[in-house]
């Protein structure tokens, strides 16, 4: 009677180790995930912040392009619109990437633009900000990777639902904004060229006028 008394109680020991040891592996993982996630969010405020210095910089020398700059400033404010699930801010900042791209493939009509020290230094930024990003984001989709297959997972997922964690969303560019940037100018509208971008209007020039060679209607006999 003792000794079955005794085996009941460290099988009640154990299952109750075995639970703790769960319950706390799922909360270590899903404090990791927003760790994880305060990161990204961190250096995300940091490229907004970023490109809104490079759009007011690309005014200065291509305040035409105003299609462009505008869809760089709506992509912007809906990104940093706040309270938005990673899957949603994914969304979001890929269509913030898609604009900008567009923003600097314009920037190559202006070769004033491109060799100011400050836009290059802002691209600089912005480069050394998306490589921290893409690392963050790297290191939140393992751990969340990590977190969803414990919540679903036997004996696991029973522990997960007492302790009330459940699965997070993963931060991932949809397929669809991983195409090529394309440079919509169909947006602009009587706009000048890039050569007027000064504020005074380029004269049109005119090509060349190559004179036709004269002819002779006599032909030069051949000479010996």
Do not use: C
């Not at 997922?157 to 195409?179: C, H, L, W």
């Amino acid at each position: 009677m003792i000794t079955a008394l005794i085996v009941i109680v460290v099988i009640i020991v154990a299952l109750a180790l075995v639970f703790v040891s769960m319950y706390n592996g799922l909360i270590k993982l899903r404090n990791l995930v927003h760790e994880a996630w305060a990161q990204i969010d961190t250096e995300l405020k940091r490229r907004h912040d970023l490109i809104g210095n490079l759009v007011e910089t690309v005014k200065g020398y291509a305040a035409h392009e105003r299609g462009t700059l505008e869809d760089v400033m709506r992509a912007r404010a809906a990104a940093m619109t706040p309270g938005q699930a990673p899957d949603q801010m994914a969304k979001s900042e890929g269509e913030l990437t898609q604009a900008l791209g567009r923003l600097l493939a314009v920037a190559e009509a202006y070769p004033d633009l491109k060799a100011n020290q400050n836009f290059l230094a802002l691209q600089q930024e912005l480069t050394g900000t998306e490589d921290r990003i893409a690392s963050a984001r790297r290191y939140y989709n393992a751990n969340v990777r990590e977190l969803n297959t414990k919540v679903e997972s036997v004996p696991t997922n029973f522990v997960a639902g007492m302790a009330g964690v459940t699965k997070e969303p993963y931060f991932d560019i949809p397929d669809s904004q991983r195409d090529p940037v394309r440079v919509d100018f169909g947006q602009r509208q009587d706009i000048p060229p890039p050569g007027s971008y000064t504020g005074t209007d380029a004269p049109a020039v005119e090509p060349p006028r190559v004179d036709p060679a004269p002819q002779s209607d006599q032909i030069d006999p051949p000479r010996a």
